[in-house]
């Protein structure tokens, strides 16, 4: 398709608007963001999934079809997280040298429209193309610089996430479709940068009644099993529906 895309002289690269994916994914004891090693770059320069707009595209568009080019990821549900257009975002001399090595127009402006998800990291597995040497899930937490200002995007990514868990039961998201407690409540911890009583944890959980309980257990591990629970929609809907809104810790 961008092969297609590329004949037609009309449909050109816009050197001015590009769009980054900031993906969040969950191992059980760590929150993941997952990050390419741009081709072309001496050693390794970890950046956001990010590239240019076509001039037909929409956003949203673009959007999917950079993460699907540089990692595989396709078919996700992205959401806007706000435009970076800080007229110094070029200034780091890596960057400088990988944009003269891959764009026509290497010292033109480019503003930026972040987008961010969370995906249940068994159900991707990355696969690195186009100027990706690779795609890989690292600890958000790990990460201490990324190309241009994507340490910046990251960390818009990581506040709105917060906010986000206060209000909507969005944890769901990162988790498989049957779980423990003590998964969700590491998965808590992990987002909110800080330790969680696991008694308050577990009865607020409890009282609010997203979760149902199965009558099954984990199997195939090397401690005692847990018992097993359910995200539990309907409930979840009938809550927010009364106008509950805090389901925050």
Not at 77 to 101: M, T
Not at 188 to 197: A, R, V
Request: hydrophobic content about 40%; some cysteine.
């Amino acid at each position: 398709m961008r092969k297609e895309i590329k004949k037609n002289a009309a449909l050109e690269l816009n050197p001015n608007v590009s769009v980054d994916c900031v993906i969040f994914g969950f191992d059980f004891d760590k929150l993941n963001v997952l990050v390419i090693n741009r081709d072309g770059v001496d050693g390794v320069q970890w950046a956001l999934p990010g590239n240019l707009i076509y001039d037909d595209e929409h956003l949203d568009q673009a959007a999917n079809r950079v993460l699907a080019e540089l990692t595989g990821l396709q078919h996700i549900y992205l959401e806007q997280i706000g435009a970076f257009g800080d007229p110094n975002r070029i200034s780091k001399e890596s960057d400088r040298s990988w944009l003269q090595s891959i764009r026509t127009q290497p010292e033109a402006r480019v503003i930026t429209v972040a987008y961010f998800s969370l995906v249940k990291m068994e159900d991707y597995q990355p696969q690195a193309s186009s100027f990706a040497k690779s795609a890989e899930w690292i600890p958000v937490n790990e990460i201490r610089e990324l190309a241009f200002d994507h340490f910046d995007i990251l960390q818009t990514a990581k506040s709105r996430l917060k906010q986000m868990i206060k209000i909507r039961p969005i944890g769901f998201n990162l988790l498989p479709e049957k779980f423990t407690l003590s998964q969700l409540h590491k998965l808590y911890e992990s987002i909110l940068d800080k330790p969680l009583d696991k008694r308050n944890f577990r009865r607020k959980i409890q009282k609010l009644n997203i979760v149902m309980s199965l009558e099954e257990k984990q199997s195939g591990v090397p401690h005692k099993p847990s018992q097993l629970f359910m995200f539990d929609k309907e409930h979840y809907l009938l809550l927010t529906q009364n106008g509950f809104d805090n389901f925050g810790f």
